[in-house]
């Protein structure tokens, strides 16, 4: 069973950046595509950012394009979402996700196969 733990959340003024991580009980994350979604109250929960089993392919969800980066250590045991230029918009509980079976990167949350249990982010004006 692979249990991922996110960390990095808090609270940011607008324009700040904020570093999220997620790790899996010391488990290497190499055979999963790994994905970031968030939700905020009263949305369904969105795509933010995902990353290929080897760290050579990304995909973003457009409002964060440019903003976020998405990112393995080289060990493959942490992935990473590098958050600059925050909007208030982006306020949410973000979750990392392990997809396991996809061939490609998946934005479904319905592909994934392990959650983490969420790190809340603020962006204030």
């Known amino acids: 069973q692979v249990q991922l733990v996110e960390s990095g959340g808090g609270k940011v003024q607008v324009g700040g950046s904020l570093r999220l991580s997620c790790a899996a009980n010391?488990?290497?994350?190499?055979?999963?595509?790994m994905d970031w979604f968030r939700q905020s109250p009263g949305k369904e929960r969105e795509f933010v950012a995902a990353?290929?089993?080897?760290?050579?392919?990304?995909y973003y969800e457009d409002s964060v394009k440019g903003r976020f980066t998405i990112s393995k250590n080289r060990a493959r045991t942490t992935v990473y979402l590098q958050m600059n230029g925050l909007k208030p918009e982006d306020t949410a509980l973000y979750y990392c996700?392990?997809?396991?079976?996809?061939?490609?990167?998946?934005?479904?949350?319905?592909?994934?196969?392990?959650w983490g249990k969420g790190t809340l982010v603020t962006v204030s004006s």
């Open positions: 996700a392990a997809d396991a079976s996809s061939v490609g990167l998946s934005t479904n949350p319905d592909d994934m196969d392990y």
């Open positions: 010391g488990r290497t994350l190499g055979s999963y595509t």
């Open positions: 990353i290929s089993r080897r760290g050579e392919f990304t």
